[in-house]
């Protein structure tokens, strides 16, 4: 049994997905209160799982700005929680970070430093620190904005200027997050990990604009977020070899791509209906060397 704590259920969903196919029990906690130490410790006393995958973390960095003793609360002390809990009932405590978290040029793998360019950022950053010092067993997941099982409301929200950030990011479907995790706990992975995935790293309002216009909301203006800061680092997945079965990560364009009215109406595309920014990232993984500038237009 895995226990996945998110605030977005469609995100969860998809992860629960990709474990279910994978042989896995998931169950989601939508909602949960993670910097509640009793609301943590209840859920994995009553289901005693195998790992306790933590994503109810608050991912908006304008929020944060404006609040960080709220940022360091959600996205670093409610990770104490987690280990806690898991360590009493000999769970293993799983942390989904964003690849922005490595700010600065070039391709940055697991063993790199983490860089601070925001609240938001640095809370995330310590989070990991609390989860690795507290927890042995415990794993960081890192990737880049996770595409839901649903993608028009994101689409809408881009259409109405919904404020994006700039940096190099790869998407990565849910389904695929589920999969990576599901290898990294039979390969009993610690520390921090890569999610790999395929196709090549493009500036994340382009990746937003092309989502909506493939979805038919095309978005009519594309702000770019000041507070996404100059980071332009692509992930690369130096574990991958540890990583048992993990097959070969699909390509979300792919998935775009099929006929829209398979997609939204028809409803035989789980993928082409909507997406959900999970705020600036920047990232690339796989063995192959990544384009270091964004494609042209």
């Known amino acids: 049994m895995i226990v996945i704590l998110a605030r977005d259920p469609d995100i969860a969903r998809g992860v629960q997905q990709g474990l279910r196919d994978a042989g896995r029990e998931a169950e989601i906690k939508v909602d949960v209160d993670a910097t509640n130490m009793r609301g943590v410790r209840s859920i994995v006393a009553e289901l005693r799982p195998q790992a306790v995958v933590h994503m109810a973390f608050l991912d908006d960095a304008v929020a944060c700005e404006a609040n960080p003793d709220r940022a360091f609360l959600h996205n670093a002390e409610s990770v104490i929680n987690l280990a806690a809990a898991t360590l009493e009932f000999a769970a293993i405590p799983i942390v989904w970070s964003p690849a922005h978290?490595?700010?600065?040029?070039?391709?940055?793998?697991?063993?790199?430093?983490?860089?601070?360019?925001?609240?938001?950022?640095?809370?995330?950053?310590?989070?990991?620190?609390?989860?690795?010092?507290?927890?042995?067993?415990?794993?960081?997941?890192?990737?880049?904005?996770?595409?839901?099982?649903?993608?028009?409301?994101?689409?809408?929200?881009?259409?109405?200027?919904?404020?994006v950030g700039s940096a190099l990011v790869q998407p990565v479907l849910a389904s695929w997050l589920g999969a990576v995790l599901h290898?990294?706990?039979?390969?009993?992975?610690?520390?921090?990990?890569?999610?790999?995935?395929?196709?090549?790293?493009?500036?994340?309002?382009?990746?937003?604009?092309?989502?909506?216009?493939?979805?038919?909301?095309?978005?009519?203006?594309?702000?770019?977020?000041?507070?996404?800061?100059?980071?332009?680092?692509v992930?690369?997945?130096?574990?991958?070899?540890?990583?048992?079965?993990?097959?070969?990560?699909?390509?979300?364009?792919?998935d775009l791509a099929r006929p829209r009215g398979a997609g939204i109406e028809g409803g035989r595309d789980r993928w082409s209906s909507r997406a959900v920014v999970r705020h600036p990232t920047v990232r690339r993984a796989g063995r192959t060397e990544a384009p270091q500038t964004p494609p042209p237009p």
């Open 101 to 163: 978290v490595l700010a600065g040029a070039g391709r940055r793998a697991e063993d790199d430093t983490p860089t601070a360019t925001s609240t938001w950022t640095e809370s995330r950053i310590r989070g990991e620190v609390f989860l690795r010092r507290a927890a042995p067993r415990g794993l960081v997941i890192r990737s880049g904005p996770v595409l839901s099982p649903a993608l028009a409301s994101e689409a809408r929200r881009l259409a109405n200027g919904v404020t």
């Open 183 to 233: 290898a990294a706990l039979v390969s009993q992975l610690q520390g921090v990990v890569h999610v790999p995935t395929a196709g090549p790293a493009r500036p994340e309002h382009e990746i937003w604009k092309d989502i909506a216009e493939r979805v038919g909301a095309v978005p009519s203006q594309v702000k770019v977020d000041p507070m996404a800061g100059a980071g332009s680092a």
């Open 235 to 254: 992930l690369r997945c130096d574990r991958l070899d540890e990583l048992s079965d993990v097959g070969q990560p699909p390509d979300w364009t792919t």
